[in-house]
């Protein structure tokens, strides 16, 4: 089953065409990554999945159309993001964080924060400390636990490296791959692209606003072509563009 097909998607700000007739598919199970350079419109393409940005085209979400659908009920329905600059709540506590999370979602909330617990024993450790106080690499945690909470079918990651030291990059990398492994979707955009295509299954290209690519990840990894361009600086293991 397709989990996601995206259909001559667009966006624009203004006179600026940020996403220009993209195509894009996540399979149920599969690990989908897109790369490209700073400003290419990645961003601006999960943001419109979410729901978040208007757009136009078409957005299908496990077996229904919900392009015209609000941000809020593209959540209800599983699809969650974590967008780019972690958006948690840093005068709350890492628990208040974790509660307001499930708000609205049929969830036994004591056993998923102990679940929470249990994969990032950093947190609980600093669970009645504000958030706003945490290193990088644990609020980076907080927001992707706050997204698992509510169980999505689609998890998206927007650039999860960005601004980690190299040794918490590749524990991130580590724990997507797991949360990919234990079933759930994920698509992931990372400017990080040589360790993106290592754990995904495909992989598309972003330039300037056009979408191209869409196969097989190690393919990718070896195209000559994408080396200088994406494997280079770009890819540096701290993440640093
Ligand atoms: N709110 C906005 N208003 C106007 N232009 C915008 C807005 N957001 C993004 N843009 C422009 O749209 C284009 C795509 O930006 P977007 O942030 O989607 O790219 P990106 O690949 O995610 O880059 P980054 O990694 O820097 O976030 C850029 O030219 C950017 O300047």
């Known amino acids: ?24 598919e996540v399979d149920d199970g599969e690990l989908v990554v897109v790369v490209g350079a700073n400003g290419a419109g990645k961003s601006s393409l999960l943001r419109a999945v ?30 969650s993001l974590v967008p780019e600059g972690r958006h948690i709540f840093g005068r709350m506590t890492v628990l208040e964080n974790l509660q307001v999370a499930a708000w609205g979602a049929r969830v036994d909330l004591s056993a998923e924060i102990a679940g929470v617990f249990a994969r990032f024993p950093r947190l609980e450790e600093r669970k009645h400390q504000v958030a706003a106080t945490l290193s990088g690499g644990e609020q980076q945690m907080l927001a992707l636990s706050r997204a698992l909470i509510r169980h999505p079918k689609l998890l998206m990651l927007d650039e999860p490296s960005m601004g980690l030291a190299p040794k918490i990059v590749a524990q991130m990398f580590e724990i997507i791959e797991e949360i990919n492994a234990a079933g759930t979707s994920v698509l992931l955009i990372e400017q990080n692209a040589r360790m993106a295509l290592s754990i995904a299954h495909r992989g598309y290209l972003m330039e300037t606003g056009a979408l191209s690519g869409g196969g097989d990840a ?24």
């Open 218 to 241: 190690r393919a990718m990894l070896e195209d000559e072509r994408l080396h200088e361009a994406y494997f280079g600086k770009a890819s540096e293991p701290d993440g640093t563009p």
């Open 50 to 79: 979410a729901g978040l940005n208007k757009h136009r085209g078409r957005i299908g979400f496990a077996g229904a159309d919900i392009s015209a659908r609000r941000a809020e009920q593209r959540v209800k329905r599983g699809l």
């Open 1 to 24: 089953m397709k989990m996601l097909e995206v259909q001559g998607l667009n966006v624009r700000y203004g006179a600026v065409k940020a996403v220009l007739d993209a195509d894009l």
